[in-house]
C-alpha cells in the first residue's frame, strides 16, 4: 500500500474512532493508550491501533492528510480530538469538581453558579425581612397605643421574624 493511501486511511479511520468516543465514551474510558492520544495533535499523529488499521504518521502529515480528505480539514480532525478528550474525562471525572482538566473546570463554575443564585435569593429575602422590620419598629416607635398593646404587637412581629428567619435558614432558597 502506497504511503498516501496509508496515511489517508489514518485520516479516516481515526475520525471515525474520534466519533465512536463521543458516542459511547464509557466504552473507551478504560483504553490506556488512548488518554494521551487525545491530549495534543502530536500524540494524535503518533496514536497507532492495530485492530483498527490505524497507523502512526507525522503531525505535518496528519495535517495535510486531512485537510485533502475532510471537508474542514485538520480543524475538524482536531475538534473531534478535543470533544472525544471531553467526552472521556466527562466519565472518567463524572461531576468531581476538579480544576485540572476542562470537565472539572465547567463542574467547578457550574457549582459556583448554583452557590451564588442561592446567596442572591438568601440577600434578597434577608434586605425583605430588614426592611419589613425597620417599617414595623417605625410604626411601633410612633404608635398610640398602650404599652400592654406594643408588647402584644412585639411579640407577633418576633415570631413572624423567627419563621422567616427559620425557612431562610433550613432551605436552599
Same mark, same amino acid.
Request: with cysteine.
Given at each position: ?38 491530549k495534543s495533535q502530536r500524540e494524535l499523529a503518533k496514536f /497507532?491501533? %492495530?485492530? =483498527? ?8 502529515? +496528519?495535517? @495535510?492528510?486531512?485537510? !485533502? ?15 472525544a478528550k471531553d467526552a472521556i474525562e466527562a466519565v472518567v471525572?463524572?461531576?468531581?469538581? /476538579?480544576? %485540572?482538566? =476542562? ?8 457549582? +459556583?453558579? @448554583?452557590?451564588?443564585? !442561592? ?6 429575602l434577608l434586605t425583605t425581612i430588614t426592611s419589613d422590620l ?40
Amino acid at each position: 500500500m502506497k504511503t498516501l493511501e496509508v496515511n489517508q486511511k489514518k485520516v479516516m479511520k481515526t475520525k471515525l474512532l474520534l466519533l465512536e468516543i463521543i458516542k459511547e465514551p464509557s466504552r473507551y474510558s478504560s483504553i490506556k493508550t488512548l488518554t494521551p492520544a487525545l491530549k495534543s495533535q502530536r500524540e494524535l499523529a503518533k496514536f /497507532t491501533n %492495530s485492530e =483498527r488499521d490505524i497507523t502512526s504518521c507525522s503531525l505535518n502529515t +496528519l495535517k @495535510s492528510a486531512s485537510e !485533502t480528505l475532510l471537508e474542514r480539514g485538520f480543524i475538524e480532525l482536531d475538534e473531534l480530538r478535543i470533544n472525544a478528550k471531553d467526552a472521556i474525562e466527562a466519565v472518567v471525572i463524572g461531576n468531581k469538581v /476538579t480544576k %485540572s482538566t =476542562r470537565t472539572g473546570l465547567k463542574n467547578k463554575v457550574d457549582e +459556583l453558579e @448554583s452557590k451564588l443564585i !442561592t446567596i442572591q435569593k438568601s440577600n434578597f429575602l434577608l434586605t425583605t425581612i430588614t426592611s419589613d422590620l425597620r417599617s414595623d419598629l417605625k410604626n411601633m416607635a410612633y404608635s398610640n397605643d398602650s404599652s400592654e398593646n406594643r408588647k402584644k404587637k412585639y411579640h407577633e412581629l418576633n415570631s413572624k421574624i423567627e419563621a422567616k428567619l427559620s425557612y431562610l435558614r433550613n432551605s436552599d432558597v
